[in-house]
């Protein structure tokens, strides 16, 4: 099949290999790290970028505010310890990338806001790439910035990542498997 669908999953089980299966997906985003089940995933789709994600609460979230490259390396640090960045399937790492926070910062955060997590996202690329990972930035959902934005207040991350990651939600509900 010739696509680029990309899933985004928050849980592993066989429900989920077999729609991975029937489907073969370019990209997936994992939000459970299960090496195990990446490993079968790996094993049967070479090439599927593969995108890791550690869910954060917004109160942790926001503390990019006070310290944002403390904050963008300690994540770094955090997700870099898990035991699947220790996991390799045919000489290839399991995971491609990892990406940082989800919606952190609305559209109408102050410029300032803005200019922080612009530090954060620098800071938490850096130890992601000498890890032998892509880093990922932003996670918007649609909608949630301007081009204009970026241009205006994220400079440095424009300039660091090679991906931005945007997201939109499924209709009508978001817990279907489809």
Do not use: C
Not at 30 to 55: C, E, K, N, Q, Y
Not at 64 to 85: H, V
């Amino acid at each position: 099949m010739n696509h680029k669908y990309g899933f985004h999953v928050n849980r592993t089980g066989n429900d989920v290999l077999d729609a991975i299966k029937r489907i073969r997906p370019r990209v997936i985003k994992a939000l459970d790290h299960d090496v195990g089940f990446w490993t079968r995933v790996r094993s049967m789709i070479p090439d599927v970028f593969l995108i890791g994600r550690v869910a954060v609460p917004g109160t942790v979230q926001s503390r990019f505010e006070q310290d944002p490259g403390g904050t963008g390396r300690s994540l770094a640090q955090s997700m870099l310890s898990l035991e699947a960045n220790r996991t390799t399937v045919k000489g290839r790492l399991l995971f491609d990338a990892w990406e940082s926070f989800n919606e952190a910062v609305p559209g109408h955060a102050s410029p300032e806001t803005k200019r922080k997590y612009d530090a954060f996202q620098v800071a938490f690329a850096a130890p992601i790439k000498q890890a032998g990972f892509e880093p990922i930035a932003m996670n918007f959902g649609t909608g949630n910035m301007l081009g204009d934005d970026f241009l205006a207040h994220f400079s440095g991350t424009l300039e660091t990542y090679t991906y931005l990651g945007f997201h939109e939600y499924d209709w009508p509900d978001i817990w279907r498997l489809h």
